[in-house]
């Protein structure tokens, strides 16, 4: 937006005492006010003095085009009000920058300012410039703290009050509750710690009075364990346990104690020590299954190297390619954590197996990549590569016959709750008697059952230019 000197000028004239050389000043200062906008990705505003010392006036602003700005209209011509703007007028009088001062802006959004002054030759503050950025949202969670603060304050002395008036407090909570008066011991118990601490050593032994860092040396329990809030965790006769401590004030804030809460997270380790143990064991397994499949496609190429039956040699190789595809997603699932592929990763290594293997160097054929990044199931990913790998090897056999050069692109992307995959060449396209349903070739069979069984998707074909062939099945 740009910056209207002769709107800046009538308004330091209708409000301000500012002289010629002052309002000059004010016009070139304003002049870089969009890139300062656009650099702090803030509302940037600038203020000029008026004969009031309780308001100053808007001369200019720029809103910034990198972010939102927290203006719907131009405040430009309106009054900064010292009750609302506090640290335009505090900077105007002091000539001293503010630095996030809060305030209302003039559409009754919270902000936080930071003003600094603009000093004329004669060193009295011309106006300020201001940088404005919301604090809605901070505001918003500082409230939402303070309740809490308040809450849990009222909740302490409640359950402080409960514990000693009427000696229990409810014995159905899963975790170990102790209440420790401000000299740190153990004014209750209920009957899960009393569970805990005897499976960790304190059987019959009466915890009243106790001092919990006596009993508990373990823990090396600081000093300050009534001031602040604190959790620990530590592994005692073979129990993994968390301790939780949170002081209990007065109204008056004065320390009477604290709450402890100690839970029992044995299992929960245990499975955790489990669930990796077995995601170790079937990456493992991945990793076999990948090796086996490679070790079988060695064995097929050593086969098609003692034939001479062209045809022979034709239908193991495909046997072999597609092989290294089903390999290719175990070998990715071998380095994954959970049992999902990101279909690119396949695909890359899908396109350089067939770039070693399958391309005519006779003939320039570029195979291009747009994937987006789709995470399959292992399932889903391996009927995808072994899709693409026969749609490759179809347009690399028929496409360019009689041509010395060639693409074929492939796309993949998630459209809502489905996945495109589309194949793509720039060949001699399909003869016009070809029909996908009626034709006895092997690999389209293959196909045909993959999308329709395995992925229960559909699939359409194209000659434009070509073929193009589109795959769309749905995303679970």
């Given amino acids: 937006m740009g910056i209207n000197e002769k709107k800046i000028s009538d308004l330091c004239k209708q409000y301000s005492d500012l002289t010629y050389e002052e309002i000059k000043a004010a016009q ?28 100053a006036i808007v001369v200019a602003e720029a809103k910034p085009r990198t972010a939102k700005s927290l203006y719907r209209f131009s405040v430009v011509g309106q009054l900064a009000l010292r009750k609302n703007e506090p640290a335009v007028l ?34 009295r503050a011309i106006g300020t410039l201001i940088m404005e ?4 949202e901070q505001i918003s969670q500082e409230k939402k703290v303070k309740d809490l603060i308040e809450t849990t304050e ?35 118990y209920n009957t899960s710690a009393r569970d805990i601490f005897n499976r960790i050593g304190f059987r019959g032994k009466e915890l009243k009075g106790e001092r919990v860092v006596d009993i508990l040396p373990e823990l090396d329990f600081r000093n300050d364990i009534l001031a602040e809030q604190m959790y620990l965790e530590s ?34 380790r245990v499975k955790e020590k489990e669930l990796m143990l077995q995601s170790v064991v079937i990456k493992e397994i991945h990793h076999r299954i990948k090796n086996n499949l490679q070790t079988v496609a060695s064995l097929l190429r050593l086969q098609a190297r003692r034939v001479d039956s062209r045809q022979t040699k034709k239908v193991l190789s495909d046997s072999i390619n597609r092989i290294l595809s089903i390999a290719v997603v175990h070998e990715v699932l071998s380095k994954e954590v959970i049992e999902l592929v990101d279909v690119k990763n396949v695909l890359k290594q899908i396109v350089n197996i067939i770039n070693q293997n399958l391309l005519d160097n006779t003939k320039k054929i570029n195979i291009k990549i747009d994937c987006e990044s789709v995470m399959l199931y292992s399932k889903q990913a391996t009927s995808l590569a072994l899709i693409v790998n026969e749609l490759i090897h179809n347009s690399l056999e028929h496409a360019f016959v009689e041509m010395s050069s ?53 699939m359409n074909i194209f000659d434009d230019s070509g073929t193009r062939v589109e795959v769309r099945f749905p995303y679970v």
């Fill in 133 to 136: 950025q919301d604090i809605t």
């Fill in 235 to 268: 592994q005692l006769n073979d129990l993994n346990l968390t301790f939780t401590s949170v002081p209990l004030k007065s109204v008056d804030e004065v320390a009477t104690g604290a709450l402890m809460l100690i839970r029992d997270i044995t299992e929960i």
């Fill in 154 to 188: 009222h909740l302490s002395e409640t359950l402080y009050k409960v514990a000693f008036t009427e000696g229990r407090v409810s014995d159905i909570l899963p975790d170990g509750l102790l209440i420790i008066n401000k000299d740190g011991a153990i004014e209750f």
């Fill in 90 to 123: 505090r900077t105007m009088q002091t000539g001293l920058p503010t630095i996030g001062m809060r305030g209302i802006s003039q559409e009754g959004v919270p902000i936080k300012q930071s003003v600094v002054p603009l000093p004329s030759k004669h060193r």
């Fill in 406 to 458: 060639g693409t074929v692109s492939i796309i993949v992307k998630k459209l809502h709750n489905e996945v495109l995959l589309i194949v793509v060449d720039n060949g001699r396209g399909f003869e016009k008697d070809f029909s996908f349903q009626e034709s006895s070739r092997l690999g389209l069979k293959i196909i045909k059952t993959l999308v329709e069984e395995d992925l229960k998707g559909m």
């Fill in 28 to 55: 070139r200062i304003s002049g870089s006010l969009q890139i300062i906008a656009d650099l702090t990705q803030a509302d940037i505003f600038f203020d000029c003095v008026t004969k009031d010392p309780n308001a």
